[in-house]
Structures are given as structure tokens and as C-alpha cells.
């Protein structure tokens, strides 16, 4: 056959196929609600998987492997939900299926906030490895699939509409406003939408968006049918059930003073009483609490809390010191207690957990006086700009369950520090590890890491009483100076001074080892997944 005569003969048959599908007020708004389709529907991706990871966050934590999981089954969805776009665009290329695609994807996505309480438990039993990946693909593959089906829908669409005269032109166009959508909504999401509405308000207001683009698809292009028109009112009601669910579900728990989530958290405070009549007052990061106090009393509620003690035995004269961290802020205000003429800052990535400080953690009390100085920025960054020199510098920022954030735990970053100290100045690092056992190389690496750095250390367990392959609080405390005088002083104190108690906790070096241990470097360091294979293990 003349190859003149089949191209005719594949326009005509294209023609006849458009003709016979194509119910259209017109080409133009055909192709106009091709690309809005499109556009939207690559924008809502996005903004589904950047939200997505701050619902994932407060059960499995805001960690490389909640990203990893959350990124790679969208992926997934997204390379099934082309093809299947494709399969139906050459199996029904009518633009009523295009809008089931649309009007399923924003059921979904408004369901998402209803079912998201569902994971309570699931990190428990699958970990934080897999746990991502199995919550991704319960609550985010399916709109995933769905919205990426969209775009190579939407091309065979504008080519049939066109004869198949310009496929290239079509799946460029296509392409093109599909990948600017995405980029909207990746900036809407990460800088507008998730740290100014909220998680949930940011699944409603998207579901809610193609929810009036699918309709808009509805009313141009649904054939009249009786059929069709009860499902269409099943769909407007169980569409305007769910967003009404969604918007108008009960507030916070009477435990809950404040929940919001932010560029870097979800920020809660919690409040219980306590049997002797005070309150217990938390703030939880994500899945970790962060920090504690009681309210009408100066006590540490958390054994871990009353190290900062270390600084009055190894720095007797402190005028300055800086906390990597804030957390709820109890040991920068007993430092400030106890050293009421020091300058104490505390560097928090977090502007609003400074504000949740001020609010439910005192420190505004401490601010006023001239005695706590917050400072909103990353604490590297922070201490490669400063001036400042400290007599201590104190690492107690996490990011996850046990995991420190891996550029504030690499030799360069400890070096940093090194030149931030004051001569006879100390660093204390708080991380959460085992002494003995496989649990250890946590510990242990970021012993030997120290040990790249600083000549003297000095390590505490905050539980010695236990079996040293469980996992604890502990406390290292490395110098360039010799650290046993001040722990000669300490332990010539009487009983019941509270340094020469902490003196229990001491570890000699004969008690840890550092074979475990590698040295973390910017280049190199694995501490997320060193943190992730302790949780995986806990019982």
C-alpha cells in the first residue's frame, strides 16, 4: 500500500474515532481543559507528596527513610498511573473517563486527613523502614496513579482533536504545562501551603480544587443520561461529605495545648497532671518528644535533663554557652539558674518552637531577665558566622528517633566547634545509644569521631545501673584539655552534692571500646541509618 494512501487512511480513521468520542461544546475548551487537567493534576502531585511527608512524619519521624519511602512509591504510582493513562486514552478516549480520573483522584485526596490516624500503631509493627512504604502506599499511591494518568490522557486527547497531525506538538505541550504545575506545586507546598494552612487543610483545599476542576469536566462532558445523573449527585454528596468531615472535624484533644506544623515539624505540646497536683508539660517534634517540664515547679521531670550539671563540674566559672537544640528548653533555664550572670544562647532551625518556648516553656521569663538568647537558625550555620566563644557548647538537637542530624555529628563539624570554644572550654554531645552490643555503633562512632578532634573525653551513662547493651542517654564530654581534675574535684565533694552524684554515671575508659566505631565525615556518614536499625530492633 502507498504509504500517501495509509497516512489517509490512519487521518481518516482518526477522525471518525474523534468524531464518534469527542463530545465537545468546542475544540478550544477541549484543549484548554486538556492543559488546565494537566497543570493542575502535575500540581497536585507534588503538593500530595510534600504534605505527605508531614503526615508520615509524626509516626515514623522526619528522617532520610520516611523521604525515601514516601518518594519512591509516588514514583512508582506515577510511572503505573502513565501507563495506565496511555491504555485507556487508545481503549476510551473520551473526555468523561479523563474526569473519573480527576473526580477519583479528589475523593481520595479528601479522604486522606479521615484515615491518616490509621498508622497509629503501624511503626510498631513494621519499623521505620518500611513503615513509609507501606503508609504511602495505603494513603498516597492511589491519587498518585490517578493524577499521573492525567497527562498522557490529555495528549492522546489534543492529538486526536488535532487528526494525529501534530503528536510530537501534543505531548510537548502537555509535558510542558504538566512539569510547570509540578514546580508550582512544589513551591505552594513547601513555602505557602503546608507551613500556613496545615497538613490537613492542605489535602482539603487540593481535594478540593480538582474536585471543582472534575466537575468542570462533568458539566462539559457527561452525556445527560439519567444513570449518569444519580451518580454524579452519589459523587457531589459523597464529595462534599468528605470535605465537610474533613473541615469541620473536632478539635484538639483537651490533653493537646498546640499542635501546628511548620517548615521542619509537626509541633505538639501536651499536658497531664501529676499525682502530686503539678502538670506535666511535653513538646513532641514529629514522632519524638523533645523536651519536658512541670508547670508550677523548677524540678526536671526527665533524668536525662539534670546533666547539665556537667557544666558546673567542668566549667565552675561559665560566663557563656550554647545549646545546639531547644527542645522545651530546661537545661539552658537550669544553666541560667544556676549561672544567673552567663549568656546562654540556644540555636533552634525552628522559629516556631522558639515561640512554643516563650508560650508553654518559660523562656520568656529567661529572655527578659537578659539570661536565654534563642536564636532562629541552623546550628552549624550558626556557629561558622558567630563571633562568640563559649566555655560550653551543648549538641542536644535530634532529628527523627535517635538521630542527630548528620552535619552536626561529622568530624568538620566538631572541628567547627573546637574553634568555638574558649581555652579551657568543653563540648558536650547527648546522644541515645547502647554501650555494648550492636546497639553500640552508634556510640561508639561518634566517640571515635571525637577522638579525631579533641584529645580528652570523658563519657556518662545516665542509667549504669542497667545492662549496657540497652539502649540510654549518654553524655559525652570532650576537651582539649585534661578532663580529670575537674573530675578529681567532683568526686571529693560531699554525698549529697548533685555532681558528685552524676559521678555514677561515669564511664572509665576502660569500660566502652570504639571497635564499632567509624569516623562520620561530610562525606561519608550513615547515622540515619545506624539510628533506623536501633528502632527497627526495639520491642
Same mark, same amino acid.
Given at each position: 500500500?502507498?504509504?500517501?494512501?495509509?497516512?489517509?487512511?490512519?487521518?481518516?480513521?482518526?477522525?471518525?474515532f474523534a468524531t464518534a468520542h469527542l463530545r465537545t461544546p468546542s475544540q478550544k475548551v477541549c484543549r484548554w481543559f486538556s492543559i488546565l487537567a494537566a497543570f493542575f493534576c502535575g500540581a497536585a502531585v507534588m503538593v500530595i507528596e510534600l504534605a505527605g511527608n508531614r503526615v508520615l512524619a509524626p509516626w515514623f519521624g522526619n528522617s532520610l527513610y520516611t523521604w525515601t519511602g514516601l518518594i519512591g512509591v509516588i514514583l512508582v504510582s506515577i510511572s503505573?498511573?502513565?501507563? &495506565?493513562?496511555?491504555?485507556?486514552?487508545?481503549?476510551?478516549?473520551?473526555?468523561?473517563?479523563?474526569?473519573?480520573?480527576?473526580?477519583?483522584?479528589?475523593?481520595?485526596?479528601?479522604?486522606?486527613?479521615?484515615?491518616?490516624?490509621?498508622?497509629?500503631?503501624?511503626?510498631?509493627?513494621?519499623?521505620?523502614?518500611?513503615?513509609?512504604?507501606?503508609?504511602?502506599?495505603? &494513603?498516597?499511591?492511589?491519587?498518585?496513579?490517578?493524577?499521573?494518568?492525567?497527562?498522557?490522557?490529555?495528549?492522546?486527547?489534543l492529538s486526536l482533536l488535532a487528526r494525529d497531525r501534530s503528536i510530537g506538538i501534543s505531548a510537548g505541550a502537555i509535558g510542558m504545562v504538566s512539569t510547570l504545575g509540578s514546580v508550582l506545586g512544589t513551591f505552594a507546598a513547601g513555602f505557602v501551603l503546608v507551613p500556613h494552612l496545615g497538613v490537613r487543610s492542605v489535602f482539603l483545599v487540593t481535594g478540593l480544587i480538582l474536585g471543582l476542576l472534575s466537575a468542570a469536566g462533568y458539566w462539559l462532558?457527561?452525556?445527560?443520561?439519567?444513570?449518569?445523573?444519580?451518580?454524579?449527585?452519589?459523587?457531589?454528596?459523597?464529595?462534599?461529605?468528605?470535605?465537610?468531615?474533613?473541615?469541620?472535624?473536632?478539635?484538639?484533644?483537651?490533653?493537646?495545648?498546640?499542635?501546628?506544623?511548620?517548615?521542619?515539624?509537626?509541633?505538639?505540646?501536651?499536658?497531664?497532671?501529676?499525682?502530686?497536683?503539678?502538670?506535666?508539660?511535653?513538646?513532641?517534634?514529629?514522632?519524638?518528644?523533645?523536651?519536658?517540664?512541670?508547670?508550677?515547679?523548677?524540678? &526536671?521531670?526527665?533524668?536525662?535533663?539534670?546533666?547539665?550539671?556537667?557544666?558546673?563540674?567542668?566549667?565552675?566559672?561559665?560566663?557563656?554557652?550554647?545549646?545546639?537544640?531547644?527542645?522545651?528548653?530546661?537545661?539552658?533555664?537550669?544553666?541560667?539558674?544556676?549561672?544567673?550572670?552567663?549568656?546562654?544562647?540556644?540555636?533552634?532551625?525552628?522559629?516556631?518552637?522558639?515561640?512554643?518556648?516563650?508560650?508553654?516553656?518559660?523562656?520568656?521569663?529567661?529572655?527578659?531577665?537578659?539570661?536565654?538568647?534563642?536564636?532562629?537558625?541552623?546550628?552549624?550555620?550558626?556557629?561558622?558566622?558567630?563571633?562568640?566563644?563559649?566555655?560550653?557548647?551543648?549538641?542536644?538537637?535530634?532529628?527523627?528517633?535517635?538521630?542527630?542530624?548528620?552535619?552536626?555529628?561529622?568530624?568538620?563539624?566538631?572541628?567547627?566547634?573546637?574553634?568555638?570554644?574558649?581555652?579551657?572550654?568543653?563540648?558536650?554531645?547527648?546522644?541515645?545509644?547502647?554501650?555494648?552490643?550492636?546497639?553500640?555503633?552508634?556510640?561508639?562512632?561518634?566517640?571515635?569521631?571525637?577522638?579525631?578532634?579533641?584529645?580528652?573525653?570523658?563519657?556518662?551513662?545516665?542509667?549504669?545501673?542497667?545492662?549496657?547493651?540497652?539502649?540510654?542517654?549518654?553524655?559525652?564530654?570532650?576537651?582539649?584539655?585534661?578532663?580529670?581534675?575537674?573530675?578529681?574535684?567532683?568526686?571529693?565533694?560531699?554525698?549529697?552534692?548533685?555532681?558528685?552524684?552524676?559521678?555514677?554515671?561515669?564511664?572509665?575508659?576502660?569500660?566502652?571500646?570504639?571497635?564499632?566505631?567509624?569516623?562520620?565525615?561530610?562525606?561519608?556518614?550513615?547515622?540515619?541509618?545506624?539510628?533506623?536499625?536501633?528502632?527497627?530492633?526495639?520491642?
Amino acid at each position: 500500500m502507498p504509504r500517501n494512501k495509509a497516512r489517509t487512511s490512519s487521518e481518516d480513521r482518526s477522525a471518525a474515532f474523534a468524531t464518534a468520542h469527542l463530545r465537545t461544546p468546542s475544540q478550544k475548551v477541549c484543549r484548554w481543559f486538556s492543559i488546565l487537567a494537566a497543570f493542575f493534576c502535575g500540581a497536585a502531585v507534588m503538593v500530595i507528596e510534600l504534605a505527605g511527608n508531614r503526615v508520615l512524619a509524626p509516626w515514623f519521624g522526619n528522617s532520610l527513610y520516611t523521604w525515601t519511602g514516601l518518594i519512591g512509591v509516588i514514583l512508582v504510582s506515577i510511572s503505573v498511573g502513565c501507563y &495506565l493513562g496511555g491504555y485507556l486514552a487508545d481503549r476510551r478516549p473520551q473526555f468523561s473517563v479523563m474526569v473519573h480520573l480527576i473526580g477519583l483522584a479528589s475523593l481520595w485526596t479528601l479522604a486522606v486527613p479521615l484515615v491518616q490516624s490509621s498508622l497509629e500503631g503501624l511503626p510498631d509493627r513494621s519499623g521505620v523502614l518500611w513503615g513509609p512504604v507501606l503508609a504511602t502506599l495505603v &494513603l498516597f499511591a492511589v491519587p498518585g496513579c490517578l493524577l499521573a494518568a492525567v497527562s498522557p490522557f490529555a495528549v492522546r486527547m489534543l492529538s486526536l482533536l488535532a487528526r494525529d497531525r501534530s503528536i510530537g506538538i501534543s505531548a510537548g505541550a502537555i509535558g510542558m504545562v504538566s512539569t510547570l504545575g509540578s514546580v508550582l506545586g512544589t513551591f505552594a507546598a513547601g513555602f505557602v501551603l503546608v507551613p500556613h494552612l496545615g497538613v490537613r487543610s492542605v489535602f482539603l483545599v487540593t481535594g478540593l480544587i480538582l474536585g471543582l476542576l472534575s466537575a468542570a469536566g462533568y458539566w462539559l462532558f457527561w452525556s445527560p443520561l439519567p444513570l449518569r445523573k444519580g451518580t454524579a449527585v452519589l459523587a457531589i454528596a459523597v464529595f462534599v461529605g468528605l470535605l465537610a468531615v474533613g473541615w469541620f472535624q473536632r478539635g484538639l484533644p483537651p490533653e493537646v495545648l498546640f499542635d501546628q506544623t511548620t517548615f521542619y515539624h509537626r509541633i505538639r505540646v501536651t499536658e497531664r497532671p501529676t499525682p502530686d497536683g503539678d502538670r506535666h508539660r511535653t513538646i513532641l517534634l514529629d514522632s519524638t518528644i523533645e523536651g519536658s517540664q512541670f508547670v508550677h515547679s523548677r524540678r &526536671l521531670p526527665s533524668l536525662y535533663q539534670k546533666y547539665w550539671q556537667l557544666a558546673r563540674m567542668f566549667c565552675p566559672r561559665l560566663e557563656t554557652a550554647a545549646f545546639l537544640g531547644g527542645g522545651g528548653f530546661a537545661m539552658p533555664e537550669a544553666l541560667a539558674d544556676s549561672f544567673p550572670h552567663a549568656r546562654i544562647e540556644v540555636v533552634e532551625i525552628d522559629p516556631v518552637v522558639i515561640d512554643v518556648g516563650r508560650r508553654f516553656f518559660r523562656l520568656d521569663e529567661y529572655e527578659r531577665r537578659g539570661q536565654i538568647f534563642p536564636v532562629a537558625d541552623d546550628a552549624r550555620r550558626y556557629l561558622r558566622r558567630t563571633q562568640q566563644r563559649y566555655d560550653i557548647i551543648v549538641a542536644d538537637a535530634f532529628h527523627g528517633i535517635r538521630c542527630i542530624p548528620g552535619h552536626l555529628i561529622t568530624r568538620e563539624f566538631f572541628e567547627l566547634v573546637k574553634t568555638r570554644l574558649r581555652e579551657g572550654g568543653v563540648f558536650l554531645v547527648d546522644i541515645g545509644a547502647s554501650i555494648e552490643g550492636p546497639d553500640a555503633v552508634i556510640f561508639q562512632s561518634v566517640l571515635r569521631t571525637l577522638q579525631e578532634v579533641f584529645e580528652h573525653q570523658a563519657v556518662f551513662a545516665t542509667q549504669p545501673e542497667i545492662d549496657k547493651r540497652t539502649i540510654q542517654n549518654l553524655f559525652i564530654v570532650a576537651a582539649a584539655h585534661d578532663l580529670s581534675p575537674s573530675l578529681d574535684a567532683a568526686r571529693g565533694l560531699p554525698d549529697g552534692d548533685p555532681l558528685r552524684a552524676l559521678l555514677t554515671g561515669y564511664l572509665g575508659p576502660e569500660e566502652y571500646t570504639t571497635s564499632l566505631g567509624v569516623v562520620f565525615t561530610d562525606d561519608w556518614n550513615p547515622i540515619e541509618y545506624l539510628a533506623a536499625q536501633t528502632v527497627r530492633k526495639r520491642p
